[in-house]
C-alpha cells in the first residue's frame, strides 16, 4: 500500500493484534522509510515486514514516441489540477539505499514486488536472517523466485487492488488469473509457503485461501478505511460504495486495479507501458487533486471487493477476521453447512 495508505500506526496496530504489519518502502527515501521503522519499534515488539519495489530493467524503458504522446494528452488534466506533469523520469527508486536499510534494520520478512531480485540479494537478505518474499502473478513467475531463492510466495489474484506485483505486463487490460485458481496450479508447481492476496475482506475469504493452500493472507483494501491508514477522504467517500474496478496503467504506466473514475476512464487506452516514467510524470496532478478532494482525479487503488471494507480500527479488522475464518473452518471441518443456506447435514 505504497503512496499514502501503508504507515507506522496501522504496521503496528496490525501487529499488535496477531498479524504482521508491513511498512511500504515505495516512493520514499531510505531516510524516511528509517524513521518510520524507528516509530514501529518504540511502540512494539512485534514482528513486522517491509516492502521494498524491484527496479524496472533498462529494457524495460519507455518507448519515447508514445511516452510523448501520452504526456501531450494529460496536459488539459495539469491545467485542470492546476499543476504542472512532473519529470517523467527513469530511476530504481533507490533500490541499493533499500536493500542496505532492510540489511541493516532486519525486519522479520522483506517481500519483493514488481519482480524477482538475483540470486545474490537472496544471499544478502538470508546472511542477515531476513525471511524473503516475492510476488507472483502465475506460475512461471512462481517457479523463477523458487528457483532465485525466495522463501515464500505472496500469491496475488486478479482480483487484487493496486498495482499488479508481477514481473511482467502482458499488454492486456484486466488479463490476470482468479486467486483460488492461482493458489492451486502454484501449489503444483513449487513447494515453497503461499501468501494469499487479492479480494480478500472477510474471515471467508481468509478461510477460502486457508483451504486452497496458502500458509497465510496478504490484505490491503480490507484495510484502507481504518483511522490508522492515511487513505485520502476523498478515496474514503468512495471505497464503501459499490462501483467497478479496472486495470489501468493510465496512472502510473504499470498495471494496478482501482476504481473507475473519470481520469481511469478517459486515459487508460492511450497509457503505454512506462513505469515509473508516467508515475513521475502524473505525481503532481494526483497530489493536487487529492488535496482539492477531487475523487476523478487521482488513482483509487482498490480491490474488487472494496464495498465489503469497514471504517473501524485495524486490530478489529484483523481479529474478527480470524476469528471468522476460524469458526468457519471448524464448522466446515465438522461437516456443517452455514444455517443460512438450504439442506441438511452432511
Not at 85 to 104: I, N, Q, S
Not at 229 to 254: D, I, K, Y
Request: net charge negative; proline share 7%.
Amino acid at each position: 500500500m505504497a503512496g499514502g495508505p501503508s504507515t507506522p500506526e496501522l504496521a503496528i496496530a496490525v501487529g499488535q493484534a496477531g498479524g504482521l504489519g508491513f511498512l511500504a518502502a515505495g516512493y520514499k527515501q531510505a531516510g524516511v522509510v528509517a524513521e518510520e521503522i524507528a516509530a514501529v519499534r518504540a511502540v512494539t515488539d512485534a514482528p513486522f515486514g517491509m516492502n521494498v519495489f524491484v527496479p524496472t530493467p533498462e529494457s524495460g524503458r519507455a518507448e519515447p514516441a508514445a511516452l510523448k504522446g501520452y504526456l501531450s494528452e494529460l496536459a488539459p488534466e495539469a491545467e485542470r489540477q492546476g499543476a504542472a506533469l512532473g519529470e517523467p523520469r527513469f530511476d530504481d527508486d533507490g533500490w541499493e539505499a533499500k536493500l542496505t536499510l532492510v540489511c541493516d534494520e532486519r525486519p522479520a520478512v522483506v517481500s519483493f514486488t514488481f519482480g524477482c531480485p538475483p540470486a545474490d540479494v537472496f544471499a544478502r537478505v538470508h546472511d542477515a536472517d531476513i525471511c524473503a518474499w516475492v510476488t507472483i502473478t502465475n506460475v512461471d513467475e512462481a517457479r523463477a523466485a523458487h528457483a532465485a531463492g525466495a522463501d515464500g510466495l505472496v500469491v496475488q489474484g486478479t482480483e487484487a487492488g493496486g498495482h499488479r506485483g508481477g514481473f511482467i505486463d502482458d499488454g492486456s487490460d484486466e488479463g490476470g488469473i482468479g486467486l483460488l485458481a492461482l493458489l492451486r496450479i502454484t501449489a503444483r508447481a513449487t513447494p515453497l509457503p503461499m501468501i494469499a492476496t487479492g479480494g480478500i475482506m472477510d474471515g471467508a475469504a481468509l478461510a477460502a485461501v486457508l483451504c486452497a493452500g496458502a500458509s497465510a493472507a496478504q490484505v490491503g483494501t480490507a484495510l484502507m478505511l481504518s483511522p490508522e491508514a492515511a487513505t485520502a477522504e476523498a478515496q474514503r467517500a468512495v471505497m464503501p460504495e459499490p462501483g467497478p474496478t479496472r486495470v489501468t496503467r493510465a496512472f502510473s504506466g504499470r498495471p494496478a486495479r482501482g476504481i473507475v473514475n473519470r481520469f481511469l476512464a478517459e486515459h487508460s487506452a492511450g497509457a503505454p507501458l512506462a513505469y515509473p516514467e508516467i508515475h513521475h510524470a502524473t505525481s503532481p496532478l494526483r497530489a493536487a487533486a487529492r488535496k482539492r478532494g477531487d475523487a476523478d482525479g487521482f488513482n483509487l487503488w482498490a480491490g474488487q471487493a472494496h464495498e465489503l471494507g469497514q471504517a473501524r480500527p485495524a486490530g478489529e479488522i484483523v481479529r474478527e477476521m480470524a476469528d471468522e475464518a476460524e469458526a468457519i473452518l471448524a464448522r466446515v471441518s465438522a461437516g456443517r453447512r452455514d444455517p443460512g443456506t438450504s439442506g441438511g447435514s452432511r
